[in-house]
């Protein structure tokens, strides 16, 4: 269960296809690279347990640096491209990492950070630049057999801030060896059919925690992953039928682009490779996913889960159908739904949504956030802050995260409810709902829609919008207003920045006061 004894036994196999460029690492080639890094941080005086930091775009030296990290025992922290420096600096700092890897990509930043951070190694891939040093240069004088200490290292994955400052999940080590067996991988072995012949897709950015983990699972059994240096919906669709993928996870965005490219680029798209698709991050809209289902088949499974891994529900594209708007059932903890004092509610009704007997966590440095988390009656249940329901088969239909709940004249709203009917309309690429202040009723609903055409944005398409949602949704849920953007700040991960979106306008509502 590590790509080291695939190195050994299928060398010339390709662990890592780059889907554009093509570039290809074998395993043995994993196996030199990840070795040479791995010597290079015991080089640095980088000792198991200690934290490197790493924010690259997808490319192939991502992976010798983290399986570098991980045989050699350190937390290894993958941060967002998309993040300011100011975020960027945070992270590094809050971590505690003694080294920081980027890449010549985005040199805007750097001397940004070097000025903020100037105790840690900063090592650069790409083109030379004053005062950084050469990360290829340094791994290729190391030697490619393994260090002498090797030990399980783990990721340490920061929130993705879309609602306040990340929150760093740092797991402790154990000094388990680096083959130990995976949970995340049993999970996909068992639900998925994971196994050494899978070739597997991977559409996201690899600094996210789906994304990292489950290539990295991939390369544990011993497959193939392709991986995208960006998704485009017309190119993964070309490169599932180039490379004959038969599994890839997505997020419910790329179903949108998928659905929304024209018939003609559809129907000649061949997906007869694919066996297992696997959907998370955010709530996917009942017709969206209807739609996937036709379109692919009775192949897209669901899973709801966080970085913090206290809980882990899961559905088949069958269940589904048989509880349409599910993420499924709890295969990793218990789920409990409660109100804001704690108590527990009734099947069908709608609150926080709480795991019990999951594994522990913590958030790195944040003692108030971790407590925020536990349950204040019931030891060992945690939150990952989000609202949903039980169905009476036991099936959780997630409804919005906590934080963006809008309560207008009294009344919830859930903003993801809107954005779930807006998102089909034949008009609309991308829609954040949120609440703005309201002198009358305490907060009212506001839509920011970016149109599939710019040139259409304007009072006849709200219109057209307010009256598409009056004709689905109860006047309280409908947005009272309506503005357009060109594009949403939405993470290439698919989650929102609607935070952005939604400061923005209390700033602007605070200034008119």
């Not at 899978?198 to 992953?225: C, N, Q």
Request: contains cysteine.
């Amino acid at each position: 269960m590590h790509p080291t004894h695939h190195a050994r036994t299928t060398p010339d196999k390709p662990a890592l296809v780059m889907a554009g460029s093509g570039a290809v690492r074998t395993y043995a080639q994993l196996e030199a690279g990840s070795n040479r890094a791995a010597h290079l941080f015991r080089a640095m005086g980088l000792g198991a347990g200690e934290v490197v930091a790493l924010m690259l775009e997808n490319r192939p030296e991502f992976f010798e640096i983290v399986w570098g990290a991980q045989r050699a025992g350190l937390h290894f922290v993958c941060i967002s491209t998309r993040l300011t420096p100011t975020e960027i600096a945070y992270i590094v700092a809050d971590s505690g990492a003694r080294a920081f890897i980027t890449s010549d990509a985005f040199a805007p930043v750097l001397e940004t950070l070097r000025a903020t951070l100037a105790s840690q190694r900063f090592m650069l891939l790409g083109a030379a630049r004053p005062g950084w040093e050469d990360w290829r240069a340094l791994c290729d004088a190391q030697p490619t057999t393994p260090i002498a200490d090797e030990g399980a290292g783990a990721d340490m994955l920061y929130s993705s801030g879309t609602t306040g400052r990340p929150k760093g999940v740092r797991a402790a080590l154990t000094g388990a060896a680096i083959d130990a067996p995976n949970p995340l991988l049993s999970l996909m072995m068992m639900l998925y059919g994971v196994h050494e012949d899978t070739i597997y897709l991977s559409p996201a950015p690899l600094y996210h925690a789906a994304p990292l983990r489950w290539t990295m699972s991939i390369h544990r059994a011993g497959g193939t992953v392709v991986c995208m240096e960006h998704f485009d919906a017309e190119a993964m669709l070309a490169a599932i039928a180039r490379h004959r993928v038969d599994t890839v996870q997505m997020v419910p965005t790329m179903f949108v682009r998928l659905l929304k490219l024209p018939e003609a680029v559809r129907a000649a798209a061949d997906v007869s490779s694919l066996r297992a698709v696997i959907h998370a991050a955010a709530p996917c809209p009942i017709p969206v996913k209807q739609a996937m289902i036709d379109w692919w088949g009775p192949i897209i499974h669901e899973y709801y889960a966080g970085t913090e891994g206290n809980g882990f529900v899961a559905c088949t594209a069958a269940e589904w159908l048989a509880h349409p708007g599910t993420v499924g059932r709890a295969l990793l903890g218990t789920v409990r739904i409660c109100d804001d004092e704690g108590n527990e509610l009734p099947v069908g009704e709608a609150g926080t949504v709480w795991f019990a007997d999951g594994p522990a966590f913590e958030y790195h440095n944040d003692p108030e956030r971790t407590a925020a988390s536990r349950h204040p009656v019931h030891p060992g249940w945690s939150t990952l802050g989000d609202i949903g329901r039980l169905d009476p088969d036991g099936y959780l239909h997630l409804t919005d995260r906590k934080a963006f709940k809008i309560i207008t004249g009294g009344v919830n709203v859930y903003p993801q409810e809107v954005e779930n009917l807006l998102v089909t309309h034949p008009k609309v690429a991308d829609v954040a709902v949120f609440g703005v202040p309201d002198p009358e009723f305490g907060e009212s609903v506001k839509a920011v829609v970016q149109p599939l055409d710019m040139a259409a944005a304007g009072p006849a398409l709200a219109a057209e919008l307010m009256a598409f949602c009056r004709t689905q949704l109860s006047p309280i849920k409908c947005p009272r207003s309506i503005d357009f953007e060109a594009e949403l700040p939405r993470h290439p991960t698919g989650k929102l920045y609607k935070r952005v979106l939604r400061d923005r306008y209390l700033a602007a509502a605070a200034r008119a006061d």
